[in-house]
Every structure is written in C-alpha cells, then in structure tokens.
C-alpha cells in the first residue's frame, strides 16, 4: 500500500495571507507534485489544522485545491479547524459522525484509525470520555489485525516546550485504552508541531512532519515563546507492506539542482579514481 501524508495546510480565505504568504499556493504545488508523482498512492490523509482560523471561506478554498487531487484524500480537523464549518464542506468525510470526526478503516494492511483530538476554543489536544470509548471499542473491532493512527496533536510531549504547552492534555488516559493494543500498532502519525519528527513511543513507531506553509523554530527544553521559520514543507511518501513502513519525507518544493552521479564533470573527477 502506498499512502501520502500531509499535514497543517492552514489555508486562509482567498485574497488573504499568513505570515506574509499564500498557504494555498504550497498545497497547490504539492498535489501537483503528488498527481505526477504518486497518482498510484491509495490514500492521502492530511492530519489536521486544514485552515487557520476555521471560516467556510477557507473551507472552499481548501475545497477548490484538493477537488484537483487524482487520489482519494482522508481529513483530520486541527485545532485551528472548526467542526461544524468542516462538516458542512466535507460531509463525506464522516457520514456517521454525530459530535466528533473519527472514523475506522479496514484496509489491505490493517486497520486505520482516524481520531479527532481537537477542543473546541483551545490549541491543547483533547480525548473526552465519550472519544476514549469510541477508541476502546475500534481497537477490540481490530480483531488483531494491524493498527495506524492518525491524530492531529501528538499524545506525548516533544521537547519543545512552546509546543508541549499546547500538546495533549489527558495522555495517561489515552495510554491506558491504547496499551492492551500496543504490539498491533505499527505507526502513529500526528501533524500539530510544524517539525519532521520521528522515534518511538511505548515501543510505537512515530512520525510528523512540516506544515505546508510555516515551521517552528527548533527550540528543545527552553521555556521560550513559538518562533516561526519558513523551512522547506513535506510531504511523506508511506510504504507499507506486511514486513515494513517505509517513509520517505519529501521536500517537494525544493528546486536545487540536479546531476547524474554516475557521470560527473570531468573536472571534478580528473585526477580520481571514478567511484560513488
């Protein structure tokens, strides 16, 4: 299976920008890199904060940009996202969703999770009790297969204080309904920080990536305010197979150049031995 991971596009009305920039014109860019490259994938989840300050407005904007994607696309709202606007645009996304964005997949691989940890009027991550049971009773559906989840604010803290402030607020009990599951859970994949980010979390492989449109500032262990960086955005490229998860982080808008390694200038190589 082939999946593509984004995260943190937060598009703003059209005419409008962030930080000085058009969010819109990045994720334009990558779903054309991702039709071109990847149209083959067979899923693209964008893990939360589509928008950045939740209006309908930037809800059709968004709307406009991934109606142009070739792939099937699975939505998370962030905490900069508003429930009801995203149901409105997106209905299909959850059809039988009553209060909370959360869906269960059965795929080639296993089982995907989609979770919604989002407070509505705050940046922290929440799992209510209701989300909890809602989790407990997806992870015993599983019925052993293979578990990936999805989420948008991370149920761990990072090291970047700013970030961990904002983070997940009831982990212990998230960790208490997850742990009876950990051996099946391949990887969690969360948005939130604006960082590539990978490691291992009770023995779970994790993951993250940079927005789309602007990253934080790598600030570990100082009690310092957010700082924003326009590093380069990526999207991921996710090989799963029955043996492995491969994920190759992409910087798509990069326009270095290019050269055959294997026939390099001769200057370079006159007086060398020719090897990679």
Not at 154 to 183: C, H, K, Q, W
């Amino acid at each position: 299976m082939k999946l593509i991971h984004l995260t943190d596009t937060h598009i703003v009305p059209k005419g409008e920008t962030l930080y000085g920039r058009n969010p819109a014109i990045m994720l334009e860019q990558c779903i054309g890199d991702i039709n071109e490259n990847h149209s083959d994938a067979n899923l693209c989840v964008i893990t939360g904060d589509l928008t950045h300050w939740g209006e309908l407005e930037s809800f059709h904007y968004l709307k406009t940009e991934l109606d142009k994607l070739s792939i099937p696309v699975q939505l998370l709202i962030g905490n900069h996202d508003s429930r009801a606007e995203f149901a409105e645009l997106f209905p299909s996304q959850y059809p039988q969703a009553t209060k909370f964005m959360q869906s269960y997949r059965i795929v080639d691989t296993g089982v995907f999770l989609f979770l919604d940890t989002v407070q509505e009027g705050h940046h922290k991550g929440w799992y209510c009790q209701e989300r909890l049971n809602w989790l407990n009773d997806a992870l015993h559906a599983s019925r052993g297969r293979h578990i990936y989840i999805f989420m948008h604010h991370p149920p761990f803290d990072i090291g970047i204080t700013a970030l961990d402030n904002i983070g997940f607020v009831n982990s212990t009990d998230f960790r208490e309904v997850l742990e009876p599951y950990i051996p099946l859970v391949r990887h969690i994949f969360f948005g939130h920080i604006h960082r590539p980010l990978a490691g291992s979390w009770l023995g779970m492989p994790i993951s993250s990536l940079p927005s789309l449109n602007h990253q934080v500032r790598l600030d570990i262990d100082k009690n310092i305010p957010l700082y924003g960086k326009f590093e380069p955005p990526m999207y991921a490229v996710v090989l799963i197979s029955p043996e492995s998860v491969i994920i190759h982080n992409h910087q798509f808008a990069d326009d270095s150049a290019e050269f055959d390694m294997a026939n390099p200038p001769i200057t370079d190589w006159a007086t060398k031995k020719h090897r990679l």
